[in-house]
Structures are given as structure tokens and as C-alpha cells.
């Protein structure tokens, strides 16, 4: 099977990594889906969109040389006309344009309780190396 570049292709889920996930095209062929490919916002783990087994639809978007493929899931999806791919703002984590991590966009209150929940793991973790950096240089000695 000659893969191409701009075809769209079904494929299986047979590995998943921080980076990205690797899918199963034919024949033995597989490809990797970059984490910045699955999704037009912000994608913080790939455990969220996907799962070992999941079907998927991708876009061939590079073949190297060396017989690596790149894929993409965000580029195989068909868009209404006048919707313009991912702008900059778009890649926010509960963005619009998105697609939420279970199936559909994410209400309102989910991400406001997303945003919740990222802010105080961020404040702890100020709060925390604000901690370790007391006592620098002018600390008394005693």
C-alpha cells in the first residue's frame, strides 16, 4: 500500500507516548500522530483523546525519506467552509474551536471547574518553590 501525502486514512491505536500516539494504517504500516496534531487547542495528554484500540481517521502530512510517517488527526477533519484551522488563541486548554476530551465540546462549567483546578495546582506550585528559595544570600546565620 503507497502512502501518500494528503490522503486520509483509517487506522488503529497501538501505542500512545507523551509526544504523540502511533497508528496502525495497513499492512503493517504505521505512523506517528505528534501531540500537536490530534487537536486544534491546547493538548495536554494524549490520554485524554485517545486510547490503545481507538479507530481513528488521519491525514498523511509528511513521509520522510527514512520511511517515517507523519499523521494527522486535527488536519483529517472536515471543517465548514469559512472555519479557518487553528488560530493561536485557539490552542488554549477549553479554547473554542475544540473538541473536549470525551466526546463534544466542554460546557461552560467544565471549564471554568477545568480552569479551577489548573490554577491551584499552578499557585501550589509557586507557593512551593517560593518555599525553597527563602534563605538565599542575606539569610541571617545563626
Same mark, same amino acid.
Given at each position: 500500500?503507497?502512502?501518500?501525502?494528503?490522503?486520509? !486514512?483509517?487506522?488503529?491505536?497501538?501505542?500512545?507516548?507523551?509526544?504523540?500516539?502511533?497508528?496502525? !494504517?495497513?499492512?503493517?504500516?504505521?505512523? $506517528?500522530?505528534?501531540?500537536?496534531?490530534?487537536?486544534?487547542?491546547?493538548?495536554?495528554?494524549? /490520554?485524554?483523546? $485517545? &486510547? %490503545?484500540?481507538?479507530?481513528?481517521?488521519? &491525514?498523511?502530512?509528511?513521509?520522510?525519506?527514512?520511511? &517515517? %510517517?507523519? $499523521?494527522? %488527526?486535527?488536519?483529517?477533519?472536515?471543517?465548514?467552509?469559512?472555519?479557518?484551522?487553528?488560530?493561536?488563541?485557539?490552542?488554549?486548554?477549553?479554547?473554542?474551536?475544540?473538541?473536549?476530551?470525551?466526546?463534544?465540546? $466542554?460546557?461552560?462549567?467544565?471549564? %471554568?471547574?477545568?480552569?479551577?483546578?489548573?490554577?491551584?495546582?499552578?499557585?501550589?506550585? !509557586?507557593?512551593? /518553590?517560593?518555599?525553597?528559595?527563602?534563605?538565599?544570600?542575606?539569610?541571617?546565620?545563626?
Amino acid at each position: 500500500m503507497a502512502i501518500e501525502v494528503g490522503a486520509k !486514512l483509517e487506522g488503529r491505536v497501538t501505542g500512545i507516548t507523551r509526544f504523540g500516539a502511533f497508528i496502525d !494504517l495497513a499492512d503493517g504500516v504505521t505512523g $506517528l500522530v505528534h501531540i500537536s496534531e490530534i487537536a486544534d487547542h491546547y493538548v495536554r495528554d494524549v /490520554n485524554d483523546y $485517545l &486510547k %490503545i484500540d481507538d479507530i481513528v481517521t488521519v &491525514k498523511v502530512i509528511r513521509v520522510d525519506m527514512d520511511g &517515517k %510517517i507523519a $499523521l494527522s %488527526i486535527r488536519q483529517a477533519v472536515d471543517r465548514p467552509a469559512g472555519r479557518a484551522p487553528s488560530q493561536r488563541g485557539d490552542r488554549r486548554p477549553g479554547g473554542r474551536g475544540g473538541v473536549g476530551p470525551a466526546s463534544g465540546k $466542554l460546557s461552560f462549567e467544565e471549564k %471554568i471547574s477545568r480552569f479551577l483546578r489548573d490554577s491551584e495546582e499552578r499557585i501550589a506550585s !509557586l507557593r512551593r /518553590n517560593a518555599e525553597g528559595k527563602r534563605g538565599g544570600r542575606g539569610a541571617r546565620r545563626g
